[in-house]
């Protein structure tokens, strides 16, 4: 049996199925803090930001030839939401070892979201901020489905 403690009522249905156990030593328990990802919210401003500073990016002149060294072609790219978002997942790899985003905890976003932003504004005068509850709310309200 698999119980995951999300409020009161779950850490009763653990505790009452400690309780109904046989003390035998047929039984043994385990508990581990899971490692919770992003948030569906947290997900929706993370792409929202991909674009906002790829925008910023554009506006300001920047384009990836600038932006990523790595990209040594000889001709000028716009940055996409795409290309900024492999710019997030090389930075999540380097501090997290870990580059997928969707297996980054909320904490690990906000830890790479931060040096980006930092280095982007220390290095190209960009900066943007994280998109707020408002600003997902307006883009709803803008965009309908």
């Known amino acids: 049996m698999k119980i995951t403690l999300i409020n009161e009522d779950s850490v009763a249905q653990a505790v009452e199925a400690i309780l109904k ?33 790829a925008n910023a990016l554009n506006d300001a002149g920047i384009d990836q030839r600038i932006l990523m060294n790595s990209f040594k072609y000889g001709f000028k790219v716009p940055n996409t939401e795409v290309s900024t978002k492999m710019l997030f997942q090389r930075i999540a790899g380097v ?34 901020p994280w998109p707020s509850l408002e600003e997902q709310m307006m883009k709803d309200y803008d965009n309908p489905k």
């Open 95 to 128: 501090i997290h070892g870990e580059d997928k985003t969707h297996r980054l905890s909320t904490k690990e976003i906000q830890q790479t979201y931060e040096a980006m932003d930092m280095g982007l504004s220390q290095k190209h005068g960009v900066h943007i």
């Open 21 to 53: 156990t046989p003390i035998d030593g047929t039984f043994s328990f385990e508990v581990k803090k899971l490692k919770i990802g992003r948030t569906n919210l947290q997900n929706r401003s993370l792409h929202l930001y991909f674009k906002l500073i």
